[in-house]
Every structure is written in structure tokens, then in C-alpha cells.
């Protein structure tokens, strides 16, 4: 698998931070990784550092053909090489701006409309080992085109509080998604972010994705951090920002835990 939507349609659950974390992560261990910011409110693209309102190109115009996908990518600054890696890997941006939400109107009207990403993206998908989609926190066209063009969908779900009510509407969606649009599409599982082992709610959240929904919940959980917080500011991930946190450990992990093979989902 090398595409894999990161989807949640409650906003708040460290989204974009899982796509950036896990993009820095994975360009640390090696890999050619393209994230796509998907979202209109462009904080993937804030968060790499680059200023949304001076861009030129972006996934705006790919969507709306005025573009190729090519065009618009943005060549980020690579990470340092984990630890006992030779390999340098690269980290690419495919960033949005707020035209994106005209956008998502427009392919409302069209024919086809929730395979344009995909169709966008396959003329350069094959350039990278990994590619990280940062849907926008809705399940509306935007969302369905990202879920169209994955192999796999990761779920962050946020630890703090019960978001994973959610978590069944957006297992419904793609339900759907499969019968229609992308038969392939496999839940890789959710991801518990703002961790706090220390609360009963924490535990009741992860248990409860678990064994309601009979999505794995993967491990290591991402610890609830300032330094998490701190990074987009600085237009860094926290594995720039604080690469030696407990957070960055926990998103490395994972990491290298979803470049392995994965097996069959239940779901």
C-alpha cells in the first residue's frame, strides 16, 4: 500500500499533525514521501512552513484541471537520516489554499467528481514509497476523493474526549466508498493522539474504538504534549521541533509499523 488517507471527520483530533509527523518520520527512515494537503483550511501547508496565500499553484488548480499535479508540488527540506539509516529519503508537499473550498462546489456539478484526485495523482503517485492524503474534517466530496484515491485509511481519534462517536459515521462512508468508488480500501486502524495514560478516558476511548467498531487501535498511542502543540507555529513537525519528546518517538514508531506489510483488516 503507498497511498493512505488520514481521515476524521471531527476536527481537533491532531489530523494534520499525524500526516506531518508521520511524513517527517518516514522520510527519516528513507522513503520518497508526498503528502497532499486536502483540506481547505491548508494547515498541512501552514505547518510546513509555506504561506497558503503566496502560492501560485496548489491542489486547487490539479482539482480543477488548470494544473498538473507536478506543477504544484513543493520540495520541502529533508530530515536527517534516522539512526542507522544510509538511505536519505525526501519529503514532497502537494499544499492547498482556502480556493479550495470553491473547488469543492465545482466538482459538486461534475461527472466522475470523486475520482479526480486519483486521476490527479497517477501521474506521479509512482515517484514515491509513501503517500499521506490530510482530508478535510468533514465527509463531504473532498473527503470521498481522498478516500477514492487510498489503499488505506488511517483513523486519528482523539483521547480527550469521546470523538470516537464518530468514528462509526466515518466507517459508514467508507462502507460506502468501497461499494461504489474504491472496492480495495482497507482501514489500517486508528491512531490515539493527546494520550494521557494517567485518566480513566483516555483507556475508555481506546477500548471502546476497539471493541465497538473492530478497528485496531495502533500502538505505540501518541502522549498528549506542548511540544505537539508548539510545532506548526515554528513550521515544524514535532519530530523537528522536539525530535527527542516522547511524541516523536511515538509517531517513528509508528512510522516504521505502517511501512511494513499490513494484514488483511477485518473491517
Known sequence: MTTTAVANQKGGVAKTTTVHALGVAMAEQGRKVLMVDLDPQASLTWACGIDPDALEVSI?????????????????????????????????LLPSTIDLAGAELHLLTKTGREYVLRKSLARVVDDYDRVLIDCPPSLGILTINGLTAADAVLVPVQCESLSQRGVGQLLDTIDDVRDYTNEGLVVRGAVATLFDGRTNLARQVVAQVADDYDVPVLEPYVPKSVKVAEAPARGRSVLTHAPRSPSAAAYRELAAKLLRPARKAKR
Open 60 to 92: 486547487h488548480d490539479v482539482l480543477l484541471k488548470r494544473a498538473k499535479a507536478g506543477d504544484a508540488i513543493i520540495a520541502l527540506e529533508p530530515p536527517e537520516p534516522a539512526e542507522g539509516e544510509t538511505r536519505e529519503g525526501t519529503l514532497h
